[in-house]
């Protein structure tokens, strides 16, 4: 198999679970091809064996086939290898160093078991729907114009709010006046969306939603739409720029710009071990049922 690996920086106690992992794959004898910046970090702490062979590469090259993505981090590093998929929509496999950990499910100990389960095909796939924006004469984010968990507006460098002007397939919808509005999949919504009052949606729900960041009218409540609408957004603001935000990824624009958000006409791939379900992770990480009056 080619196995590509995305990673960030992790703890003294996550080395063990990380150098057994590269045992693993060095053992079976597949084709790995590692990052650049997750590479230098684990030469760094020498978690490579000293024979281990591999491929190193940057985030815009192209590789070969890949048949599996590890991101070795949290959230925020699943977020980050979606960037390095693309397209291509290689399933990806989530081994969590980090802390909440709705995206990246393997814990670091079951790392050897859920390598098991690749290798025996003991596995199914998760699609999820991603956002797409597009700007009228700008393409500020390239090919990588595109959002597992969500787009978002925000205000920078003043406290005065923005208004957002929303159409939802051609027809007015609001002005919000707030500090910003997030534009959220199903996968966000248990992220920024849900600090803004947002509902939690199943992965498997073909929605959006649109929920106001500390909205000035009371009456401006989060709002899902079919993930087949096309949002148009329109900012004004006393400042000459705002901020917008690809998950992690965060770009300054002026305030002329316009710009539509729709769904993309790709989908991410998670890697699910043991049939894990979406309820099983809202109760684990949100610790739901656990109340002691139960």
Same mark, same amino acid.
């Given at each position: ?270 890697? /699910? ?10 109760? /684990? ?10």
């Amino acid at each position: 198999m080619n196995i590509a690996l995305v990673g960030i920086n992790f703890s003294k106690e996550c080395s063990p679970y990380i150098e057994d992992l590269f045992s693993l794959l060095s053992a079976d004898k597949h084709d790995i091809f590692i990052a650049k910046p997750f590479y230098d970090f684990l030469i760094s702490k020498k978690t490579i064996p000293s024979n281990f062979i591999c491929t190193v590469f940057f985030k815009d090259e192209k590789l070969p086939k890949i048949d599996f993505f590890f991101s070795i981090g949290g959230d925020g590093t699943f977020l980050e290898t979606i960037t390095y998929v693309g397209n291509s929509e290689t399933p990806i496999l989530g081994i969590n160093t980090g802390r909440m950990g709705f995206l990246a499910t393997i814990p670091r100990d079951k790392i050897r078991d859920a390598l098991n389960s690749l290798q025996k095909d003991q596995y199914s796939i998760d699609s999820r729907s991603l956002l797409e924006i597009q700007m009228e004469g700008k393409n500020t984010f390239g090919y990588k114009n595109f959002a597992l968990n969500e787009i978002s507006l925000s205000k920078r460098d003043t406290s005065s709010m923005i208004a957002i002007h929303a159409k939802i397939d051609g027809e007015f919808l609001n002005v919000y006046w707030a500090d910003g509005l997030i534009v959220s999949t199903p996968t966000g919504s248990t992220g920024y969306s849900l600090s803004c009052g947002g509902p939690i949606m199943m992965p498997t729900t073909s929605n959006f939603i649109l929920a106001p960041i500390n909205p000035h009218n009371l009456t401006a409540r989060p709002l899902i739409v079919s993930d087949e609408s096309v949002i148009e957004l329109y900012v004004e603001t006393r400042s000459k720029n705002y901020l917008l935000t690809l998950d992690s990824r965060s770009k300054s624009l002026e305030k002329s710009t316009v710009f539509k958000i729709k769904k993309a006409p790709f989908d991410a791939k998670l890697i /699910n071990i043991n049939n894990n379900t979406y309820i099983q992770t809202l109760k /684990n990480k949100l610790n739901w049922g656990y109340d002691v009056r139960n």
